[in-house]
């Protein structure tokens, strides 16, 4: 999956361009570079690449900014990598549409892990099926029926919603505002313990030990990442 995937870089800093260059090369990636944001956006039309890798931190235009008006038109994912590491910092960049956020200084193979997931979660969801397995854990989103090791589970149709909407996204961090949002609408986002009920009970009926979850991975102060 690696060959031919071209990945855009925008960030300012020379040293860190050239280290990301070098070790998406290395990994079999080609390597697109832009230092500002007017260059960046300019880029994303002109290539199309498969991944972004963006900075919060550009010269003329706030990260931030940047990702709203990728998001306009641009459907790959998009890798937030800063120095920026406040709960809020990285609540607005996922809920503005970035698929990770990774706080610089960074370890290249967890990046290198990030991508290939966020590239595989990109290619499944351009031949979307109607049933997606995670293990023992098979979803059927059209007959809206959840097995585990064959067994039939009785999910309310709210479970179903929750279980569903973080299915669709594996791998993605889904904050808090954002699941409550679409499961439950604008009158309960601040309602963060209510989604804390609803994971916990989604849990007991999905997860191998409720008590150290495999599938539903929380992300403190943040949101939920389902895992695989």
């Known amino acids: 999956m690696a060959a031919d995937s071209n990945i855009l870089i925008i ?15 290395i990994n079999g990636y080609k390597v697109t570079e832009a230092s500002t944001a007017k260059e960046g956006i300019i880029s994303a039309a002109t290539h199309n690449p498969a991944l972004i890798l963006l900075d919060l931190g550009l010269p003329d235009e706030d990260g931030l900014t940047v990702l709203k ?23 607005k960049a996922l809920d503005y549409g970035a698929n990770d956020y990774l706080t610089k200084p960074f370890r290249t193979g967890e990046l290198l892990a990030r991508i290939r997931t966020a590239l595989r ?36 149709s709210t479970e179903f919603s929750l279980l569903a909407i973080m299915a669709r996204n594996s791998g993605k961090v889904l904050t808090h505002q954002y699941l409550l949002k679409e499961i439950w609408g604008h009158g309960y986002l601040d309602q963060t313990q209510y989604l804390r009920v609803f ?8 997860e191998d030990d409720p008590a150290r979850p495999s599938l539903i991975i929380t992300e403190p102060g943040i949101g939920y990442r389902f895992g695989e």
């Open 69 to 91: 008006k990728l998001r306009e038109w641009y459907q790959n994912p998009i890798i937030i990598l800063s120095v920026r590491n406040s709960e809020e910092d990285i609540i």
């Open 11 to 25: 960030d300012d800093e020379v040293q860190i361009r050239r280290l990301l260059e070098i070790t998406l090369n």
């Open 121 to 156: 979660l990109s290619q499944e969801k351009t031949g979307a099926s109607s049933v997606l397995s995670f293990g023992s854990l098979i979803i059927d989103f059209a007959g809206h029926i959840v097995r585990k090791n064959n067994n039939l589970l009785k999910l309310t």
């Open 199 to 206: 994971v916990a009970q989604l849990r007991k009926k999905i």
